[in-house]
């Protein structure tokens, strides 16, 4: 019966350790806003801080246009 919990206590420390790596991982990808004086000024006019580019909003709508303008074919039904 030792074996098991030796087992299971192995198993949640692999678990976390995959966790805490991933984590890590995941906000290394991100880039951190730089901050220099435009970057307040408009923090200071508009109370947020825009990164990139942004979205534009033409083209979301043109693809969502292109999607729903496509053809559907029914799904085959297949004997049981």
Known sequence: MTWFWMLLAAIAGVAGIRYLVRLRAGRSAEAPPTID???IRQILETGTLRRGEGLDMGEISRAEEDFWAESWDE???YPR
């Open 37 to 39: 004086d435009d970057a």
């Open 75 to 77: 799904p085959e039904e």
